[in-house]
């Protein structure tokens, strides 16, 4: 099932994220079932890893970090993250380009 990016009427765009701690690289690796996979360096401690979702996310979107919040699922692996400021469409283009074909 792929990912779903749901544009909000207040414009904001939610979207699952599959979060995986403790990575030795921080960033956006595909698709993980119905959700975004981010890995993260932190360990999901204090809200470690939560923020550096946030980072990694408004690093690959382009967009300040306050325009990236965790809606649901701040305790858990599986999360909903909405942002704004930008379409559904940018969003995915940005954070699941799609592979040359060739």
């Given amino acids: 099932m792929p990912v779903v990016f749901t544009a909000r009427p207040d414009g904001a765009v939610r979207f699952a994220v599959r979060v995986q701690p403790r990575s030795s690289r921080a960033c956006v690796d595909g698709e993980h079932g119905d959700a975004v996979r981010v ?3 932190a360990a999901p401690v204090d809200g470690g890893a939560n923020a550096d979702v946030i980072a990694v ?3 690959a ?3 300040p970090k306050r325009d990236v919040r965790i809606v649901s699922g701040d305790t858990a692996r599986q999360k909903v993250l909405e942002v704004v400021g930008l379409t559904a469409d ?3 283009a940005r954070l699941l380009p799609t592979p040359l074909s060739g």
């Fill in 61 to 63: 979107l382009d967009v």
């Fill in 39 to 41: 890995r993260v360096h």
């Fill in 57 to 59: 996310l408004a690093d």
């Fill in 90 to 92: 940018a969003v995915r």
